[in-house]
């Protein structure tokens, strides 16, 4: 009798975690090029090799590039002209970091890490406005 109940209660389990599973939102290409940026960037808050810091710079900037192009999905039933001012924001903060990260890049070619240090702080309030923005309410 005993292991029936195990067996009904690992069953249980098992289809919760199925169904939890299920109602899960698919991921989106955009949050996948956020998701990889925000990898990197934590890494390079720790890279003090100038190359290698680079590198990383590098793969935020590929990631920023692909973002781009993508409509967030809090935009997708935005009426006109509404929408279009807010993907011209939307691109526009992308641009902005791209920038500073690129930044970011030529102070590790430099050697200069209280710069990256610096450039690094300072892609905080767009990352906050950006998320604010345009992140589901439900991810944050």
């Known amino acids: 009798m005993k292991l029936h109940a195990i067996c ?10 199925h169904t939890a599973r299920a109602e899960e939102k698919p991921e ?27 590198a990383l ?39 902005k970091t791209y920038v500073t990260v690129s930044q970011i890049e030529e102070a590790y070619l430099a050697n200069d890490l209280e710069k990256v240090k610096t450039l690094s702080e300072a892609l905080r ?5 950006g998320h604010e923005k345009y992140k589901p309410k439900d991810e944050h």
Not at 8 to 17: G, M, P, R, Y
Not at 32 to 51: C, I, R, W, Y
Not at 125 to 129: M, V, W
């Open 28 to 54: 989106t290409e955009l949050g996948k090029q956020m998701e990889a940026a925000n990898d990197a960037l934590k890494a390079m808050k720790k890279e003090t090799d100038p190359v290698k810091g680079a």
């Open 125 to 129: 309030p767009d990352k906050k406005e």
């Open 57 to 95: 710079a590098r793969q935020v900037e590929a990631a920023l590039v692909k973002s781009l192009s993508e409509v967030p999905s809090t935009l997708e039933k935005t009426p006109e002209p509404e929408k279009s001012k807010a993907l011209a924001n939307y691109r526009t903060l992308i641009a």
């Open 8 to 17: 009904a209660t690992i069953a249980a389990a098992v289809l919760s975690l």
